[in-house]
């Protein structure tokens, strides 16, 4: 039953100018004791573009891999593959001083104030920490009106080519003398840079005196910075344990800020601070976005602070994206089953609505294990059925795809913790047998004789120690596309959203529709045990 993977490349309907684009980006960890150990499969192959200037939000349930990814997207974490295009340059690729160079322009700022921040440093020095690990600035000169000659720069400044946009100074050079400006962002006048000329044949040296030392320029930064960010310049020589929660977030802020990032992950931002205080502070994220054209990636488990502050969202379940696009209308819209389950778990802001809700069965597989086919295969609630069995009874299927989760369990977990399996599963761990198992998750049911039967089989295989064959046999009476095979990312709207799911191919009902059967059936509670 396998079928070639067609990945397809999310298209923006209007193509925009991406800043950032993962391209089937992957990030295992090891455990460091087996060679032929299973790896954590964290990122497990994700593509996705972030817009210049854009926030993009990134969910899903905890443990799925955000902050993996996020932290992949700043290299704090090596990919082990795929690539991680920064204004068309793959950073994966980075080393030495090009990534320290690089590093300045990606920063992230943490999900928990009170432990990011080191206590032994005062406000100040931790947020000029960057700029003395960058020896900030690094007086980056570009000349102009040479005209074609040989330039060489000497004293403090450090020559670009011509077509450098973010030089720290430009010197003008006109016949035989120069005039210096300093760029916005370096708080120097520009009377205190001066620069000479000297001829030397055809060539010119061009010499440049800065008469500020650098580390007062960087206490001048950090009161600037400090002010940015809404603190105060005597905070400066205070530490973070005398700052409220949210105080401390604006200095991890302005700490990010420091080295003027084009790009920032935002690790649960909020998530840590009181409700009144996290709307001060996604205001703040939101005016410095506006005011220095940041690009965000914003990840966060708070469904309602995502559909507020984010352009765009991805939603992450098992190390795979499982839909991205704009958030009103993925929001408004959902396509991908996780998507529907995820936000239909969302209480309602009118508590009068009667809005259906779809719960969940169990937890998500270990990222050691995932399923084969599609990651969500093993509790989406819309999984596509083997024809002869779509008209059965829904209780029925889920008697049986639960039957099927428990066996895969047993094999997961190592067969002396099969007590923790049903714990998992959120079922009563005194029921230890197969026996009792099916009795506990069938019993109540009348089974048509031919499921009767098949269930019968398996419980046969099982009692005679062969869980494996239980298993296969399930697969092969019970299982579908879904089971076996890769989803391809297919595109579900006009404005280019796409979801990852076997049912957006041609010969399946979409998830929609088959969503509002099952709710219309009144057999939206998908059994929890
Ligand atoms: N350093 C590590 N070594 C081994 N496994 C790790 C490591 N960091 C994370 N993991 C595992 O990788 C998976 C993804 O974790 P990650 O923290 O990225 O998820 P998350 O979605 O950010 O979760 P949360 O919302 O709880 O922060 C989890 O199974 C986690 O246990």
Redesign the pocket.
Known sequence: MSEELVQEQPQAAEQRDALVEVNELRTY?E?GRLLSSRP?K?VDGVTFRIERGETLGLV?E????????GRTLVRLEQATDGEVLFDGEDITTFSGSKLKRWRRDAQIVFQDPESSLNDRMTVGEIIREPLDVHDWPDFSVRVEGARGREVTVSGDGRPVPEDASDADVVVTVSGDSATASVREGIPLPDEDVTASVTERGDALDVAVNVRVAKPRLRRARVRELLETVGLREEHYYRYPHQFSGGQRQRVGIARALALEPEFIVLDEPVSALDVSVQAKILNLLEDLQDEFGLTFLF?A?DLSVVRHICDRVAV?YLGHVMEIGETEELFSDPKNPYTYSLLSAIPDADPTATRERVTLRGTPPS?RDPPAGCPFSTRCPVKIRPEQYRDLDDEVWDAVELLREILRERERADRTLTERAKQRLGMETRFSDIDEIRHEVMGDLDLPPEIGRHVERVVEYVREGDERAAREYMLEEFGSACDTDRPAHHPVSESGRTSLCHRHRAEYEEPGPVFDDLLDRGTRQTRSR
């Open positions: 960890y455990d954590v964290a899903g905890s443990g799925c891999g955000k902050t993996t990814l990840i488990h992450m990222p």
